[in-house]
Nanobody, 123 residues
Framework: VQLQASGGGLVQPGGSLRLSCAASGFTFGSYDMGWFRQAPGKEREFVAAITRRSRDRWYADSVKGRFTISRDNAENAVYLQMNSLQPEDTAVYFC?????????????????WGQGTQVTVSS
């Protein structure tokens, strides 16, 4: 099983980034997918999640209206479009897979995790 996150980098406040997560080694279309982030000295926190058929999406209040999660089951990939980035969005971003039906914001629900990609928002 592998989840390979990419697309992070350094961006100025107000800028945008698109994170990608390529999945392999499991039946991607049978898993809900989530994005989480972890800033230095802080716990890992929920960012967004999407159901296996893209029928439902959840967002953390802090990113609602700025971030959009999407997925392509044919490509075994999940994405996170991040707009209007702010310094408080600086963190390592992780993608994760959850086999149990029904979206979750809980870290412990997610079975598989990627290695993370660094997002830094700074002028």
């Amino acid at each position: 099983v592998q989840l390979q996150a990419s697309g992070g980098g350094l961006v100025q406040p107000g800028g945008s980034l698109r994170l990608s997560c390529a999945a392999s080694g499991f039946t991607f279309g049978s898993y809900d997918m989530g994005w989480f982030r972890q800033a230095p000295g802080k716990e890992r926190e929920f960012v967004a999640a999407i159901t296996r058929r893209s029928r439902d999406r959840w967002y953390a209040d802090s990113v609602k209206g700025r971030f959009t999660i999407s997925r392509d089951n044919a490509e075994n990939a999940v994405y996170l479009q991040m707009n209007s980035l702010q310094p408080e969005d600086t963190a390592v971003y992780f993608c994760a897979a959850d086999r149990d039906p029904g979206l979750s914001r809980m870290v412990v629900r997610y079975e598989y995790w990627g290695q993370g990609t660094q997002v830094t928002v700074s002028s």
